[in-house]
């Protein structure tokens, strides 16, 4: 083993790795322990390292070095990132048609977090800035003390003992790296031990795309920038970074790896004979300078938002693109975990999709940080050829780089978009997904009556509704066929939804069968004073009409108030906007007194009282004088119904989130409605609604969780191992 280069030994490491997290999958998740004592270890020394390295080097520098290393280092970085919006541009070419709406998710009532540059970038406590691991603030920190020492004619006093101190934390470095097959080992076991293949099958879209990208970037469109304008060799680069990118590939990141990046091109210049006093000082500044700015690495992973729009059914226009591109910009200055939820809300791209990109960093981390380094040792080369006089510019070089570049990435992007379009009729659309999920409670034995009529069980004399049902062995349930997602009919023509789940799970309680009820439109009140059902299961609104007539249970859930408008119309997304309208019409089903409360904030909106969705969705038959803007419902409820109906959206125009409850109507008597209300406690208490709500309205389709999958639990114990020689 003596024999065998650290960077083979890297590699070795993070090939069993990944092996041993595929053969034993979650069995040795606890591996990642280690792998996170190794990366904390690199990290320990490695911000201090930048820190001196900055200011000793700026402290060093004459006012014109350090003038022309900052022009020639922003020229460069402008070029590298003028390079990635041009494929951020293109890529989204290989995304084909495909629609899909979207789930409702908790981020539409979500406040946004806004984006500190103060604390970002302006180190007003130095020491915090450190502790917190704050790059930027920490550079911004070393750069003026550099430029504070520059001028001082004693400055060697503190300077040459800080560099002995660099240069023992550099040797600290060194030894942490010696045990990189170890944890790089560790960590790529840990990471194949937890990723399941759901994951990668949602996501197949984003991971090919990004993939492509990095790996044309960095082996080929980078190559050929060095090549276009520098004296050195591309094989020589690759060969003197090799160690450092795979150990930057498996600890997904630089900075840990920083100092040996460093000496890495210190190694290249001297390859070339340019490994002068100067020019080696030049690289310790110029890379800690660049550090902080936005990468390539960091910029392509905004691939994901054009994805995000196309598996949402939000597909970008044309003119979407110099927005989508600017907020790139913006956006890329920050980590992808704050930057991208951003652009996402920028684009009105539903939010939710970005829990896709949380799962997807488990393998994009690791790839984003090749590019971002490569990145690095590009600008670098580019900057410190410039401040030498070696800059040059090849035109054969040139004109061969755009015809390789213009035609490999042009067949790429077709052969990934047909690929694309072949792989996705296989997944299901959220349509598909919510008209697949099943009942999560236990059915129980039930009849659906054709239309609504009183019960034939009459009460006996002061006997209570919770007496009538245990006598009877019948729960009678009213509910409205087409309330998705709370009560529908789905495509194999059984009733389901959130609410008709909750009854099944009430009469499991109860030990009796059901009889569902559909009700009348706008006779809910009469049919229950009336005896047609004990309880009503559809999504109704907490409301003073409704208290005033009929019992109702305590609240069971809590929604926002929305609207469904057609995607196109833009006017009802911001309160600033819609205040400005002349006239809207919001149409509203059954529920008079919320479309008034709600519309209460715009003196020129109308309201309509449908008897029909189709009123909306399709208004062929209104009136000519009637034209609907709007529909109000919950945005739990508009969301479904995005899903169900292709070319709408969720809004709310107003300046604050409206909520409401959703309750239960019940037959008057007092010992039923109290039974209601503690049978809610408990049932929110057990995790029942919970689990409820996350399937049918956040569209997380309730199965007890597989263990992710390995050779071990899949291949080899039930070929070789009956059931009863495993332990439960």
């Known amino acids: 083993m003596k024999n065998i280069s650290l960077s083979t030994k890297v590699l070795l490491g993070v090939i069993l790795g990944i ?23 690199l990290q320990m020394t490695v911000l201090p390292y930048i820190m001196f390295s900055l200011i000793i080097n700026i402290g060093r520098l004459s006012l014109e070095t350090g003038r022309k290393l900052v022009k020639y280092g922003l020229y460069s970085l402008l070029m590298l990132l003028g390079i990635g919006l041009v494929w951020l541009s293109v890529l989204p070419l290989a995304f084909p048609e495909w629609g899909s709406g979207s789930f409702y998710s908790n981020d539409f009532i979500a406040e946004a977090v806004p984006f500190s540059v103060v604390d970002l970038y302006i180190p007003s406590n130095p020491f915090a800035s450190l502790s917190n691991n704050v790059v930027p603030a920490v550079v911004l920190f070393s750069i003026f003390v550099g430029l504070g020492l520059m001028k001082l004619p004693n400055k060697e006093t503190l300077l040459k003992p800080l560099e002995v101190l660099n240069e023992g934390l550099n040797y600290v470095n060194k030894m942490i790296v010696k045990i990189t097959p170890i944890g790089v080992f560790s960590i790529a076991a840990g990471v194949m031990s937890s990723l ?69 091109i210190k190694r290249i210049l001297e390859s070339e004979n340019l490994g002068s006093d100067q020019a080696k000082s030049e690289v310790d500044v110029i890379m800690p300078l660049a550090y902080p700015f936005p990468n390539l690495g960091t910029f392509m992973i905004f691939i994901f938002v054009p994805f995000a729009a196309w598996y949402s059914g939000h597909e970008l226009m044309l003119d979407d693109f110099p927005l989508f591109l600017s907020s790139t910009l913006l956006s890329s200055f920050v980590a992808p975990i704050t930057g991208l939820p951003f652009s996402l809300e920028l684009l009105g791209i539903p939010k939710e999709t970005f829990q896709l990109f949380v799962v997807s960093t488990v393998l994009t981390d690791r790839i984003r940080v090749v590019l971002g380094a490569f990145h690095l040792i590009t600008l670098t080369l580019l900057t410190i050829s410039a401040t030498q006089g070696i800059l040059v510019f090849k035109i054969k070089k040139l004109i061969s780089a755009v015809l390789v570049i213009g035609v490999i990435g042009s067949v790429s992007i077709l052969g990934m978009n047909k690929l694309l379009e072949w792989n996705m009729a296989n997944i299901p659309t959220n349509m598909e997904i919510l008209d697949s999920f099943q009942l999560i409670s236990k059915e129980q034995p039930y009849t659906i009556l054709k239309e609504a009529k009183r019960n034939p069980k009459r009460k006996w004399i002061r006997e209570n509704s919770l007496s009538r049902i245990k006598r009877t062995k019948v729960l009678r349930v009213g509910f409205y066929d087409n309330a998705m997602p709370y009560s529908y009919y789905n495509s194999d023509s059984n009733l389901v939804g959130l609410g008709i789940d909750l009854m099944h799970q009430l009469a499991a309680d109860l030990s009796v069968d059901i009889v569902f009820v559909p009700i009348i439109k706008g006779q809910i009140i009469n049919e229950i004073k009336k005896d047609y059902y004990d309880i009503v299961a559809s999504d109704i609104f907490l409301s003073s009409g409704y208290v005033e007539e009929v019992l109702l249970s305590k609240p ?173």
């Open 19 to 41: 092996l041993l997290g595929l053969l034993f999958g979650e069995h040795v998740s606890w591996l990642s322990v280690f792998g996170d004592i190794f990366i904390g270890l």
């Open 196 to 264: 399941t293949i759901d994951d990668l099958s949602r996501l197949q879209g984003y991971l090919l795309v990004y993939l492509f990208a990095v790996i044309m970037i960095t082996f080929v469109v980078l190559p050929y920038v060095i090549s276009i304008f520098t004296p050195f060799s591309t094989r020589i680069i690759f060969k003197a970074t090799y160690s450092t990118l795979i150990t930057i590939f498996a600890t997904g990141k630089i900075i840990v790896v920083f100092p040996q990046l460093i000496d890495d």
């Open 556 to 728: 069971y859930l809590t929604v926002t108030l929305a609207l469904v408008v057609k995607k196109e119309n833009n006017d009802l997304d911001e309160f600033k906007t819609a205040i400005n309208l002349d006239t809207f019409t919001i149409a509203y089903f059954e529920r008079e007194d919320i479309a008034l409360e709600f519309t209460s904030f715009f003196h020129s909106a109308g309201v309509y009282g449908m008897h029909d969705l189709d009123e909306f969705f399709v208004q062929d038959e209104l009136p000519d004088s009637i034209s609907i803007d709007a529909y109000l419902t919950s945005a739990e409820r508009a969301s479904a119904l995005t899903i169900l109906n292709d070319g709408y959206k969720v809004v709310n125009p107003l300046p604050i989130h409206m909520k409401n409850s959703l309750v239960f109507p019940i037959a008057k008597s007092a010992v039923w409605n109290r039974y209601i209300d503690k049978w809610i406690d408990y049932r929110m208490q057990d995790g029942t609604i919970e689990k409820a709500y996350k399937q049918w309205i956040l569209g997380q389709e309730y199965k007890k969780k597989k263990p992710v999958w390995s050779v071990w639990d899949n291949i080899i114990i039930p070929k070789y191992f009956s059931e009863k020689d495993t332990i439960k």
